[in-house]
């Protein structure tokens, strides 16, 4: 059902997809900017059914409950746990619970943006890279071009751990897709490596 409804989504919207950069590892972290639309999702969730990539999002675990809990795993959400594991342990942060969650998965793309808002941010939120690097996973970078309604996943990078160099490389490929959002004034990239 929601391969005839995604191809029904594409069609009507009149959207194509090249994401074959991803089809051929088991494991990713994908960023997507600029993300400006709740139709990013739509349109992302319609391309990844049908080109069977297991993209998912995180949710915290505490919002799978019935019957929302089926809800979210349709989207392809995942639940995320940062509750300690022993009487005298801390809560683990978000980047080690979604780095825990990728190591558990045999197949698992996932999907974050760096704005982490749909608004203008002038800084992008970096856990993405750490989440990455601890994983040992790459980063793939995609966009949503609304100009010419394609959606791509085209450059893996391979996290050195020199965060400065990799997201200089990250902004540059950025640099020029910034704009084809569907709000194009909602983003920019990242001031401290652009």
Same mark, same amino acid.
């Given at each position: ?102 190591? +558990? !998965?045999?197949? @698992?793309?996932?999907? $974050?943006? *760096?704005? =982490?808002?749909?608004? &203008? ?27 010419? +309604? !394609?959606?791509? @996943?085209?450059?893996? $990078?391979? *996290?050195? =751990?020199?965060?400065? &160099? ?29």
């Amino acid at each position: 059902m929601l391969v005839v409804i995604s191809r029904l989504v594409l069609m009507a919207k009149g959207w194509t997809y090249n994401v074959d950069s991803v089809k051929s590892i088991d494991k990713c972290v994908l960023i997507v900017a600029p993300h400006t639309s709740a139709w990013d999702m739509v349109l992302g969730k319609s391309i990844f059914t049908l080109s069977n990539i297991p993209a998912k999002i995180a949710v915290k675990k505490e919002a799978f409950f019935w019957p929302l809990n089926w809800f979210l795993r349709y989207l392809g959400a995942i639940p995320i746990d940062r509750t300690p594991k022993g009487a005298n342990s801390q809560r683990i942060s978000l980047v080690d619970a979604m780095a825990n969650s990728i190591k +558990k !998965e045999k197949r @698992i793309c996932m999907v $974050i943006t *760096p704005e =982490g808002s749909r608004g &203008k941010r002038k800084q992008w939120k970096t856990g993405f890279y750490h989440i990455a690097v601890k994983a040992n996973v790459p980063i793939a970078l995609g966009y949503l071009d609304f100009d010419v +309604k !394609e959606g791509i @996943i085209d450059k893996l $990078i391979y *996290p050195s =751990g020199d965060m400065d &160099k990799d997201m200089r490389e990250i902004m540059a490929y950025y640099k020029d897709k910034i704009h084809l959002g569907k709000y194009p004034n909602r983003c920019v990239t990242d001031e401290r490596w652009s």
